[in-house]
């Protein structure tokens, strides 16, 4: 299927970052879009605004039959009332991966950056390369980026960014001309069930790369062979290991845990680059984006100048003030690879002592790696727990934040379970001090506390 092939199109859970992006890039491709949602929100206001039609309330009568194509989430459950009508209606019905499929078949080089961690920071630092570049690329990331005021850009035919998530495997409907595969790791079990089902469904995502199309990718992947088995298109790997096609040396971090470093080609130096974001897992995003963008001609020096610009996105490592001498820093970080990624950038600054509010993030994910979790949390100086954010999921006692709580002591770290919020906010004012660190950290909505203590100042 073809967009050319619809005009007017419903978006079922408009108000989600990701299809509000969608919808407000096929309305300036001269769709009629209308959608729907459960609540008012400020996104769906701001699409009022573009003059995209939403109705609060989702209700067979949404769908009426000038309606040629619908577009659901995976939030939205078969009894649905508005999805139910949808599926009796002579429209055409598909979810969000396979809309994302036919719009990066409008673009000349759809770009994927795929990977379990890392997504968000590497398609940012892509999308300010290509900036850098003056190509104007349209963008769909999953955070918000400064430089683009929001989570997508409406640009030009040329180049498309995308964020990539292999949950539900979404990805295996996608078209890409190219993509970056950052890491594998063991996640999102509750769909997968095994790490070996995660390398297998990457293996079939890099074979829908095209024969003129190209993947970089890190040859650090443990079981990289899977990942590269029977695929057509060419492919580049990077690291810090100068076995790699792209590899860089002359690493160093300034106070604020910056890297610097030398950027190699087949042996070939090609370029000095400067970060202005902490940690050693920026040096391999910043040079997958840089392998990237290269190959597609992008002038070195932009390369640099769009790397030097990216200084962060929301709840990436980033800085939101401070109360009582603490500095606080949100950090989306809710697998244990993260936040051992988060905890190094957090040692690299001049600090006392650091406090990690952590929320987990799924009871299946939490039980899967609880050892894991212990391992890394344990690093903190103190780990503040909050209860499990249950996301899609329902709680049937498999696992509790006291479990991961007495892992944290097992392995030699400091924790208080707090559960609540406010039982968490009476902690931290009575035992953070002046030079500490404190990181809200968690793919929920913790957040809000890091908010909540500076405002209260």
Not at 206 to 229: S, T
Not at 294 to 316: A, F
Not at 394 to 402: E, L, N, P, Q, R
Request: charged share 25%; aromatic share 10%.
């Amino acid at each position: 299927m073809r967009l050319d092939s619809f005009n007017r199109i419903h978006f079922i859970g408009i108000g989600g970052i990701s299809m509000s992006s969608l919808a407000e890039i096929l309305a300036y491709k001269g769709k009629k879009v209308s959608g729907s949602d459960i609540s008012k929100s400020s996104v769906t206001e701001k699409l009022e605004q573009r003059g995209i039609e939403v109705k609060i309330g989702q209700v067979a009568e949404n769908i009426t039959d000038d309606i040629d194509l619908i577009v659901y989430t995976a939030a939205v459950k078969e009894d649905n009332p508005e999805l139910v009508a949808s599926r009796l209606s002579k429209a055409v019905v598909i979810d969000r991966a396979e809309l994302v499929g036919m719009l990066m078949l409008e673009y000349k080089h759809p770009i994927s950056v795929a990977g379990t961690h890392g997504k968000t920071t590497t398609s940012s630092l892509v999308t300010e390369i290509l900036l850098a570049g003056e190509v104007e690329p349209t963008v769909s990331i999953g955070g918000m980026l400064p430089s683009i005021n929001g989570n997508y850009k409406i640009g030009k035919d040329n180049y498309f960014v995308l964020e990539t998530c292999e949950y539900c495997d979404s990805f295996l409907k996608f078209n890409p001309h190219s993509a970056i595969i950052l890491n594998i790791d063991k996640d999102h079990i509750d769909y997968f069930k095994t790490l070996d089902n995660i390398y297998k469904s990457f293996n079939k995502f890099v074979k829908r790369l095209p024969e003129d199309g190209f993947l970089i990718i890190n040859k650090e992947i443990q079981r990289i062979e899977e990942v590269l088995k029977d695929i057509k298109c060419e492919y580049e790997t990077y690291g810090l290991d100068k076995s790699a096609n792209w590899y860089a040396t002359n690493i160093s971090y300034n106070n604020f845990g910056y890297g610097k470093y030398t950027v190699n080609h087949n042996g070939e130096k090609i370029a000095e680059v400067q970060l202005s974001i902490p940690g050693e897992h920026n040096v391999y995003n910043s040079l997958s984006a840089f392998a990237l963008a290269y190959k597609y001609g992008i002038d070195v020096e932009k390369i640099v100048k769009g790397i030097l610009n990216y200084k962060g996105t929301d709840r990436r490592f980033q800085h939101k003030g401070e109360f009582n001498g603490v500095t606080v820093i949100d950090d989306y970080a809710h697998h244990p690879t993260e936040i051992d990624a988060t905890i190094n950038s957090a040692r690299a600054n001049d600090i006392k002592n650091l406090y990690i509010v952590f929320q987990p993030h799924t009871y299946t994910r939490t039980y899967e790696l609880l050892d894991e979790f212990g391992k890394s949390l344990a690093k903190a100086d103190k780990v503040i727990l909050l209860d499990i954010y249950a996301a899609r999921e329902k709680d049937t006692g498999i696992v509790s934040s006291k479990d991961l709580a007495e892992k944290i002591v097992k392995y030699g770290g400091k924790v208080e379970y707090s559960g609540s919020f406010e039982n968490a906010e009476k902690y931290i004012i009575n035992n953070c001090n002046p030079q500490d660190m404190l990181i809200t950290m968690g793919a929920g909505d913790v957040v809000k506390l890091g908010e909540k203590l500076v405002l209260r100042k």
